[in-house]
C-alpha cells in the first residue's frame, strides 16, 4: 500500500474542497462509532459536523448496516429504467406518505443531482406547456450543488467562477438571514418580498430555496412566515416552489422535513445527505401526480430524459428504509436535541467574540467577531484547536456551528461545547 509522503498527503488522492498547501493534510482515519471518530493512531474525535452532514444516528449504526447486508444477499443493483424492486416500492411508500400532494419520487444518486432533476422537471413542465415560463428565481447566498445546474441556482463566486460562461442565467432574490437579537428582521423580510414580487412579473418556471436554513451558505436561518409569504407570491404567480432538503431533511431542523415545521408545502422536493442516514449515496426528487402525469403519453417528448447507473440502488434503499425507521421510532432524537442546545449556545454566546448565534433543530451557529468570509483562515485555526481537544468540527470560515448525530448523549453535547468554550477563550486572549 502506498504510504502518505512526509507532509501528510498521499500521491494519488485528490480530496474535495481541500487544498494542499492551505491547511492540514487529511488525516488517516480507522473507524467510527456513533459519535466518535477514531484515528488510525488512537486518537478519538467526536464528529461534530456529522461528516459533513449525513450522518443521522451515528457512524456503524448496527441495524442500518444489517439491512445492507441483507440486501446484499439478495439483490445487489439492477437497471432501474426496466425493473422495480421492493425496497425502492417501499422507501416510495414510506416517504411519500410524509409529503401530502408528493406522491411521485425519482431517485438520483446525490443532493447535487436531485436539485438538477427538480430544475430539470421544472423546465420541461414549463417546455411541455408552451414555453413561456424561461425563467429560474434562487436566493443570494444559496448553495445547492456543484454539477452544473446546480451551480447556476446557487451563489455566484471563486467556486463557480471558472464556468461562469457555461452557466444559465438566474434571477436573485435577497435571504433575510437571521438570528437571535436581530431587530432588522421583519424590515430584512418585506424588503425580500418586494424584490421576489417584482422578480416574479417575468414569467417564471420554478423558485427554488432551502427551507429554514441555507447550509453552506453560513448556516444562514428564516423564519417559516417568511417561507410562507414566499410560497405564496410562488403560486400565485403560477410558478413551481422547489425546496433543497438535501441538508434539511431527515430530522436535522427539529422535524422530519423543513418544510414540514416551516409550514410550506413545495411542488418539488430535493432530498439526500440523511435520506440513508449516511451509508450510501442516494437522492431522491419528489413531484406531485400532477406534474407527473404532465410526462404522460405516447409521444417522445414526453419522457424525463434523465438517469443514472445506480438509480434506485437495492443497497442505498434498504439503507433509507432502515434510516427512516430508526427516526420514526425514536422522534425524540431529531424534536428535543433543540432544547439541549439551547442552555449550551446560551452560555457560549456571553463571550465577546460570539456573534450572531442561531439554533434550528440539531444546528447551533454562530460568528465569529472581526472576521468574515468563507475563505478566512480563523476557521482552519478553530479546527485546528478543537482537533487538539477531541472535537472535529469544519467551520464555514468565520461561521462556527455544530451538527453533531442525532444520537449524541448529554455528556457529548457538553464536551463539545466545552471544547468550543475553551479555544474561543484562546482566541480572544491572543486578540
Request: aromatic letters at 8%; one cysteine or more.
Given at each position: 500500500?502506498?504510504e502518505a509522503?512526509?507532509?501528510g498527503w498521499?500521491?494519488?488522492?485528490?480530496?474535495?474542497?481541500?487544498?494542499?498547501?492551505?491547511?492540514p493534510a487529511?488525516?488517516?482515519?480507522?473507524?467510527?462509532?456513533g459519535?466518535?471518530?477514531e484515528?488510525?493512531?488512537?486518537?478519538?474525535?467526536?464528529?461534530?459536523i456529522?461528516?459533513?452532514?449525513v450522518t443521522?444516528h451515528?457512524?456503524s449504526?448496527?441495524?442500518?448496516a444489517?439491512?445492507i447486508a441483507?440486501?446484499?444477499?439478495?439483490?445487489?443493483?439492477?437497471?432501474?429504467?426496466?425493473f422495480?424492486?421492493?425496497?425502492?416500492t417501499?422507501?416510495?411508500?414510506?416517504?411519500?406518505?410524509?409529503?401530502?400532494?408528493?406522491?411521485?419520487?425519482?431517485?438520483?444518486?446525490n443532493?447535487?443531482?436531485?436539485?438538477?432533476?427538480?430544475?430539470?422537471?421544472?423546465?420541461?413542465?414549463?417546455?411541455?406547456?408552451?414555453?413561456?415560463?424561461?425563467?429560474?428565481?434562487?436566493?443570494d447566498?444559496?448553495?445547492?450543488?456543484d454539477?452544473?445546474?446546480?451551480?447556476a441556482?446557487?451563489?455566484r463566486?471563486?467556486f463557480?467562477?471558472?464556468?461562469?460562461?457555461k452557466?444559465?442565467?438566474?434571477?436573485?432574490?435577497p435571504?433575510?438571514?437571521?438570528?437571535?437579537?436581530?431587530?432588522?428582521?421583519?424590515?430584512k423580510e418585506?424588503?425580500?418580498?418586494?424584490?421576489?414580487?417584482?422578480?416574479?412579473?417575468?414569467?417564471?418556471a420554478?423558485?427554488?430555496?432551502e427551507?429554514?436554513?441555507?447550509?453552506?451558505?453560513?448556516?444562514?436561518?428564516?423564519?417559516?412566515?417568511?417561507?410562507?409569504?414566499?410560497q405564496?407570491?410562488?403560486?400565485?404567480?403560477?410558478?413551481?416552489?422547489?425546496?433543497?432538503?438535501?441538508?434539511?431533511?431527515?430530522?436535522r431542523?427539529?422535524?422530519?422535513?423543513a418544510s414540514?415545521?416551516a409550514?410550506?408545502?413545495?411542488?418539488?422536493?430535493?432530498l439526500?445527505?440523511g435520506?440513508?442516514?449516511?451509508?450510501?449515496?442516494?437522492?431522491?426528487?419528489l413531484a406531485?401526480?400532477?406534474?407527473?402525469?404532465?410526462f404522460?403519453?405516447?409521444e417522445?417528448?414526453?419522457?424525463?430524459?434523465?438517469g443514472h447507473?445506480f438509480?434506485?440502488?437495492?443497497?442505498?434503499?434498504?439503507?433509507a428504509?432502515?434510516?427512516?425507521?430508526?427516526l420514526?421510532?425514536?422522534?425524540?432524537?431529531?424534536s428535543?436535541i433543540?432544547?439541549?442546545?439551547?442552555?449550551q449556545?446560551?452560555?457560549?454566546?456571553?463571550?465577546?467574540?460570539?456573534?450572531?448565534p442561531?439554533?434550528?433543530?440539531?444546528?447551533?451557529?454562530f460568528?465569529?467577531?472581526?472576521?468574515?468570509?468563507?475563505?478566512q483562515?480563523i476557521?482552519?485555526?478553530?479546527?485546528?484547536?478543537?482537533?487538539?481537544?477531541?472535537?472535529?468540527?469544519?467551520?464555514?470560515?468565520?461561521?462556527v456551528?455544530?451538527?453533531?448525530p442525532?444520537?449524541?448523549?448529554d455528556?457529548?453535547l457538553e464536551?463539545c461545547?466545552?471544547?468550543l468554550?475553551?479555544?474561543l477563550?484562546?482566541?480572544?486572549?491572543?486578540?
Amino acid at each position: 500500500m502506498t504510504e502518505a509522503n512526509s507532509s501528510g498527503w498521499h500521491p494519488h488522492l485528490w480530496h474535495p474542497f481541500t487544498q494542499p498547501g492551505r491547511g492540514p493534510a487529511p488525516l488517516p482515519i480507522k473507524r467510527g462509532d456513533g459519535v466518535w471518530l477514531e484515528l488510525e493512531d488512537g486518537r478519538r474525535l467526536i464528529d461534530g459536523i456529522s461528516s459533513w452532514w449525513v450522518t443521522l444516528h451515528g457512524h456503524s449504526e448496527p441495524s442500518i448496516a444489517a439491512a445492507i447486508a441483507r440486501q446484499a444477499e439478495t439483490l445487489e443493483q439492477v437497471i432501474f429504467a426496466n425493473f422495480r424492486h421492493q425496497p425502492a416500492t417501499e422507501l416510495s411508500e414510506r416517504v411519500c406518505a410524509l409529503w401530502p400532494g408528493l406522491e411521485r419520487m425519482f431517485f438520483s444518486d446525490n443532493g447535487s443531482t436531485a436539485v438538477e432533476v427538480a430544475i430539470k422537471m421544472a423546465l420541461q413542465r414549463s417546455w411541455r406547456q408552451g414555453g413561456q415560463r424561461h425563467q429560474v428565481i434562487a436566493f443570494d447566498g444559496a448553495y445547492h450543488g456543484d454539477t452544473f445546474g446546480a451551480m447556476a441556482v446557487g451563489e455566484r463566486g471563486l467556486f463557480s467562477a471558472p464556468f461562469e460562461p457555461k452557466l444559465f442565467e438566474v434571477a436573485r432574490a435577497p435571504w433575510p438571514a437571521t438570528w437571535w437579537g436581530d431587530d432588522a428582521c421583519e424590515h430584512k423580510e418585506q424588503q425580500a418580498l418586494s424584490q421576489l414580487e417584482q422578480l416574479l412579473e417575468t414569467p417564471t418556471a420554478a423558485v427554488i430555496l432551502e427551507p429554514l436554513l441555507q447550509g453552506a451558505g453560513g448556516m444562514a436561518m428564516v423564519r417559516p412566515t417568511f417561507l410562507q409569504a414566499v410560497q405564496q407570491r410562488v403560486h400565485q404567480a403560477g410558478a413551481l416552489l422547489i425546496a433543497d432538503e438535501v441538508l434539511t431533511g431527515f430530522g436535522r431542523c427539529g422535524a422530519l422535513f423543513a418544510s414540514l415545521r416551516a409550514g410550506i408545502t413545495p411542488d418539488l422536493v430535493a432530498l439526500s445527505k440523511g435520506l440513508t442516514g449516511g451509508f450510501l449515496p442516494m437522492g431522491v426528487t419528489l413531484a406531485s401526480e400532477e406534474l407527473y402525469q404532465q410526462f404522460v403519453g405516447p409521444e417522445p417528448e414526453c419522457t424525463f430524459f434523465h438517469g443514472h447507473s445506480f438509480t434506485a440502488n437495492p443497497l442505498g434503499c434498504a439503507a433509507a428504509v432502515a434510516s427512516l425507521e430508526l427516526l420514526q421510532a425514536r422522534p425524540e432524537r431529531f424534536s428535543s436535541i433543540e432544547a439541549r442546545h439551547r442552555p449550551q449556545l446560551e452560555r457560549l454566546a456571553s463571550q465577546a467574540i460570539v456573534q450572531r448565534p442561531r439554533l434550528l433543530g440539531s444546528i447551533a451557529a454562530f460568528e465569529l467577531a472581526g472576521a468574515s468570509g468563507y475563505l478566512q483562515p480563523i476557521g482552519l485555526e478553530v479546527q485546528r484547536l478543537c482537533l487538539g481537544k477531541g472535537l472535529f468540527v469544519r467551520p464555514l470560515g468565520s461561521v462556527v456551528y455544530l451538527m453533531p448525530p442525532l444520537c449524541i448523549n448529554d455528556q457529548e453535547l457538553e464536551h463539545c461545547y466545552a471544547v468550543l468554550n475553551d479555544v474561543l477563550e484562546q482566541l480572544s486572549a491572543r486578540a
